[in-house]
């Protein structure tokens, strides 16, 4: 098959960290479509309001070795954002691939018809209906869930937001049944387990990671004091509650409708879980308040946070079929490809392009600055390392 004749299956991911469903997922996907595998990963934050686990290159690198082909970074101004903006971003990425024809989504009930529900949830009365939830006190997921029967679960919400992101495209999307307990579950009884229960058993050092993920991911991991300091994460939160007024908080993250006062209420917390606490209830999820600390923590003004779509398509990491998806992009990207930054990446770009890469170039610096391992604990980390070539 020639370069420029190259058609993809596109996957939006995070793997933090990469395990064996997100295996079985690539390689369900290239089952099905016959077709090589392009993600779309979150950088060095992630949708639920954390920093991963572990670098965003070599998480991709991991994937790469592991059924994925080319990895492309999530700009951190839609990674830390919620749903159906994250759901929006990664699918405008694939779109402007060129090569995308299909996006293989995970989902907890697989069989139901998401494309049907999409519709319904672009319709003027869903809207209005779940509008008047929310005025009545309803989260968005929530309200979502109530207009349209029974959504609750993450990935079947993140599988509605794909559909709704895909209309009027020609990507077809493709629905796999989640195999494991669930994107929350944090028990670990098998070969297949979340993410969350993976990080869980990590902190914990219990062990029972090590059968949920591949050989080469166990081994990154175990070699690694992968995840974040908590403490050290709290102190420099804590220090910006305490030094911005509630409107200053507004200026800077996501919130509104009196939220930043809640926020601020926060900075005398003795612990990020006391936070959460304080500022989790029936309206705002403790993924919504861990994205607006990190936001906040980001120092950027809000209109960063309140972009349209991504400005570029920035590689992480390919194997020697990524590189021929690679090559076929370059002749049909309709944005900007980077694959390493030189000493100017933003002259002459547009403010989009600059906006963005501004917020990833301090996600990462954050990511770094907050590792447990010092060795990790540099700055300018997105002009030291390239992305990872990974030969089969």
């Known amino acids: 098959?020639?370069?420029?004749?190259?058609?993809?299956?596109?996957?939006?991911?995070e793997y933090n960290p990469f395990h064996n469903g997100h295996l079985?997922?690539?390689?369900?996907?290239?089952?099905?479509?016959?077709?090589?595998?392009?993600?779309?990963?979150?950088?060095?934050?992630?949708?639920?309001?954390?920093?991963a686990c572990l670098n965003k290159w070599q998480r991709a690198a991991l994937a790469c070795a592991n059924g994925v082909d080319l990895v492309l970074e999530l700009p951190c101004a839609f990674s830390l954002r919620s749903a159906q903006y994250f759901a929006q971003g990664a699918v405008q990425a694939l779109k402007a691939t060129g090569c995308v024809s299909a996006l293989a989504c995970?989902?907890?009930?697989?069989?139901?018809?998401?494309?049907?529900l999409a519709r319904r949830l672009?319709?003027?009365?869903?809207?209005?209906?779940?509008?008047?939830?929310?005025?009545?006190?309803?989260?968005?997921?929530?309200?979502?869930?109530?207009?349209?029967?029974?959504?609750s679960q993450p990935n079947d919400i993140l599988a509605l937001e794909y559909c709704k992101a895909l209309q009027g495209t020609d990507i077809?999307?493709?629905f796999?049944?989640?195999?494991?307990?669930?994107?929350?579950?944090?028990?670990?009884?098998?070969?297949?387990?979340?993410?969350?229960?993976?990080r869980r058993?990590?902190?914990?050092?219990?062990?029972?990671?090590?059968?949920a993920v591949p050989e080469n991911v166990r081994a990154a991991l175990a070699s690694a004091r992968p995840g974040y300091d908590r403490r050290l994460f709290w102190q420099l939160l804590s220090y910006r509650l305490r030094l911005l007024a509630p409107s200053q908080i507004a200026e800077r993250c996501q919130c509104g409708e009196g939220l930043e006062n809640l926020l601020k209420q926060a900075a005398d917390c003795s612990s990020l879980d006391d936070a959460l606490r304080r500022c989790v209830n029936k309206r705002y999820s403790a993924s919504r308040i861990r994205r607006l600390f990190c936001q906040l923590l980001l120092d950027k003004p809000r209109s960063f946070w309140e972009q349209p779509q991504p400005a570029y398509l920035r590689v992480l990491a390919f194997n020697d079929t990524g590189?021929?998806?690679?090559?076929?992009?370059?002749?049909?990207?309709?944005?900007?490809?980077?694959?390493?930054?030189?000493?100017?990446?933003?002259?002459?770009?547009?403010?989009?392009?600059?906006?963005?890469?501004?917020?990833?170039?301090?996600?990462?610096?954050?990511?770094?600055?907050?590792?447990?391992?010092?060795?990790?604990?540099?700055?300018?980390?997105d002009f030291l390392l390239s992305p990872r070539y990974v030969k089969i």
């Open 1 to 13: 098959m020639q370069p420029q004749n190259l058609q993809a299956t596109g996957i939006v991911a």
């Open 172 to 174: 077809v999307p493709l």
């Open 24 to 51: 079985y997922h690539a390689q369900k996907a290239k089952e099905l479509t016959g077709q090589p595998v392009i993600a779309v990963m979150s950088g060095s934050f992630m949708q639920r309001g954390e920093p």
């Open 201 to 211: 058993s990590l902190s914990q050092g219990d062990g029972s990671w090590r059968q």
């Open 176 to 198: 796999l049944q989640r195999l494991d307990a669930g994107y929350n579950s944090t028990e670990i009884s098998g070969s297949m387990a979340s993410a969350t229960a993976i």
């Open 106 to 116: 995970g989902a907890e009930t697989a069989s139901r018809d998401f494309a049907a």
């Open 122 to 151: 672009s319709s003027s009365d869903t809207q209005s209906q779940i509008k008047r939830l929310i005025q009545k006190g309803s989260g968005y997921a929530a309200a979502c869930s109530q207009a349209l029967g029974d959504i």
């Open 323 to 381: 590189r021929l998806l690679l090559k076929t992009m370059k002749q049909t990207a309709l944005l900007p490809l980077i694959t390493k930054l030189g000493h100017a990446p933003t002259q002459n770009r547009s403010e989009a392009f600059v906006r963005q890469l501004e917020l990833d170039l301090a996600a990462t610096d954050l990511w770094s600055l907050v590792q447990y391992d010092d060795s990790l604990n540099r700055t300018g980390n």
